[in-house]
């Protein structure tokens, strides 16, 4: 996602290394020999700028490009130039030479004349970094002024300066180390002891970090509904979503945040102070928090959901197959109703079917009826490989009343995925398009693909209902039910905890020693340490089990 933000500022992502290259943005995890080993001699790299990760944020937060000749943008075992080991004066203005920011569409830019000092440590951004800016400005504070879209994306910028560069990919952050230190049994020298209680101390300061995270607390329907900010949580969910469907990761990363915040706390936050007062949620959010409380309502999503424009593209974007790109391209052709886009849109066979059954597909499906595809399902695989085992995934499994789609997870004890994606797709789906069940195929999986998606009905029923088949070999079904039974935050945290812990988890299981390169390509594949126990994965990773009716997070 950090790719994706310093383009909207201007940025160009290189491919390759050429003549048109200035910068190489490294890894916090790599080292300079890692950048000589896969990019070639230091000859090729003389006229480039080489700078760790933190350097594109400080850019877009500070509004210009930075000297990338600063410390804390060095990488690890770079060579250090002898002009550059002596710290510039801390009131060094900015480089003349220094390349404009390209405004984003979202607002403009305006020019910022402060450095901070190269020992100033920036990364610290516990204040808003848009305050900071004005109190460091020449002639002391700025005067008061509106908040604008790009103070909005700064405050947003903080909460998310420690993620990976993609978003939702298996990409490890610098590992939390602690202490694995043994004392011995056999001695009961003075030493010993203090060692003891040093590992003690240490080992509930690393206790207490963990705590913090999400998947660490029991999360169920009652909790939720029982929480004292839950009208709050509610709006801002709304919030939430619709950022989601508009594809913007960025405040939805920050809502997310903050939701999860408030879920935690004991007490209703009524004020903006409260709000200010707790770690992930920044000003702007605390305005909202504060205006939703007083007002029971919040003008911002009611601005965002009821012009003309919104609700065309909130129509569009609940057709299947149909992201933001795509409905915002269908606006810009001037189509306004789903008849327009069967009439006289340029439709994909997954589109055309996500028009067709527009209705069917957003109406939510009772546990019940979950239940009864399911078990459809079931009964057809079984006829073929009585071993197959057939589980209901997603939100049914977290113990939903409805949910949006139907997620059934494929396996069989020591099989492999060739094996069970063969008998589905060969065998089992056929059966089910010649028996009625099946309705359409929206998206055939690849040769090595391990999904199906498509649309099925019950036997006498009208609806469409969305459907997919998870196909799992057996070595990996723990880590595929933490990830297809979710809920997303849940995830989210238990992959966080896992990349702070040095690990990595995915769907196929958890992983330790991966070792990343440019552009967070995979150096290593990394050791399993387990994939088929879905209590060991949270075992070790010293999270309480969670069933997951407690994973609603």
Partial sequence: M????????????????????????????????DVLKHLGPESLLAKVAIVNDTYTPECIGFREVLSPTRSRFRVKGIPVPAEAKEAPPANEPPSMGSLPIKATGKGKLCGIETQSSEDE?????????????????????????????????????????????EMDSDKEEDAAEASDSETSDSSGSRPVKKKRKAVEKEDEAVNAWQQKFACMQKHDSKSTSENPNSRTIAVLQQMLD????????????????????????????????????????????????????????????????TTPEDRILQLFLGVYGAGITQASSWMAQGFKTLEDLKTKASLTQQQRVGVDHYYDFSQRIPRKEVETHGEIVRKAVRRVDSEMQVIIGGSYR????????????????????????????????????????????????????????????????????????????????????????????????????????????????????????????????????????????????????????????
């Fill in 398 to 553: 977290r113990g939903a009343a409805d949910c949006g789609d139907i997620d059934l997870l494929i396996t069989k004890p020591d099989a492999k995925i060739e094996q069970i994606r063969t008998i589905i797709l060969a065998l089992v789906v056929p059966r089910l398009f010649k028996q009625g069940f099946l309705q359409a195929s929206l998206a055939s999986t690849s040769r090595d693909g391990s999904k199906w998606h498509g649309a099925s009905m019950l036997p006498g029923g009208r609806l469409w209902r969305r459907i997919d088949l998870l196909f799992v070999p057996d070595s990996e079904i723990g880590a595929a039910l933490i990830y297809f039974t979710g809920n997303d935050i849940f995830n989210r945290s238990m992959r966080l905890l896992a990349s702070k812990k040095g690990m990595r988890l995915n769907q196929r299981g958890l992983y330790t020693d991966v070792l990343r390169g440019p552009q967070r390509a995979k150096l290593t594949q990394g050791r399993l340490l387990e994939g088929r126990d879905e209590r060991r994965i949270f075992a070790i990773l010293g999270v309480p089990w969670r069933p997951p009716e407690h994973r609603i997070c």
């Fill in 121 to 165: 440590d920036t990364n610290d951004l516990s204040e808003p970094l848009t305050n900071k800016l004005r109190e460091d400005a020449p002639g002391g504070p700025a005067p008061n002024r509106e908040r604008d879209a790009l103070d909005d994306l700064v405050e947003e910028a903080k909460a998310l300066k420690d993620l990976p560069l």
């Fill in 2 to 33: 950090r790719i994706h933000r310093a383009q909207d500022y201007g940025a160009s992502w290189a491919e390759k290394l050429d003549d048109t290259v200035t910068h190489i943005i490294v890894d916090k995890d790599l080292t300079y020999q």
């Fill in 242 to 305: 619709y950022y989601t469907r508009t594809d913007d990761h960025w405040r939805t990363l920050a809502y997310r945040k903050a939701i999860s915040a408030l879920r935690r706390q004991p007490k209703k936050i009524v004020t903006k102070s409260q709000a200010l007062a707790i770690t992930g949620i920044g000003e702007r959010l605390a305005d909202k928090i504060e205006e939703i409380v007083y007002t029971n309502r919040l003008r911002r999503l009611e601005n965002a959901t």
